[in-house]
């Protein structure tokens, strides 16, 4: 009789392969199917130019003004003074970068003029205002 009741009592058991295999599964598709946001994507809408050129340049530094005049660097937003430290350690680098200002067309001229500055007395002369 004992030997009955400990064929009986069995503790359940999970296997856990299968979960591990629909879990990977899952990721592989999500990490395909995705699509990465663009870091200039912040919403800004841009003035319309009939003659702007391209602006895809490569070791760069993206300047995102918002309606609002909040400033982003790189898609991290930032202050006036950290945009000047950032600015004044990008013009020591032996390879200056590029700097695009993209700003959206509803932005007053003086935040504009405000990060133009900067990149002028920080002598990064090298810079684009992003169009559509």
Do not use: W, Y
Not at 67 to 74: A, C
Not at 80 to 106: C, F, G, H, R, T
């Amino acid at each position: 009789m004992t030997t009955s009741n400990k064929r009986r009592t069995r503790k359940p058991k999970i296997d856990v392969v299968p979960l591990i295999d629909v879990l990977m599964v899952l990721i592989i598709f999500f990490l395909v199917t995705m699509q990465f946001q663009d870091l200039r994507a912040l919403n800004v809408k841009l003035p319309k130019i009939e003659s702007a050129g391209s602006n895809l340049i490569q070791n760069e530094l993206i300047i995102s003004i918002k309606e609002k005049g909040e400033t982003f660097v790189n898609g991290n937003e930032t202050t006036l003074p950290d945009l000047k430290k950032i600015l004044k350690s990008s013009s020591q680098l032996q390879k200056k970068p590029l700097v695009l200002v993209v700003a959206d067309e509803n932005v007053p001229l003086k935040h504009v003029t405000e990060v133009v500055d900067l990149c002028r007395l920080n002598n990064l002369e090298d810079f684009r205002l992003q169009s559509r």
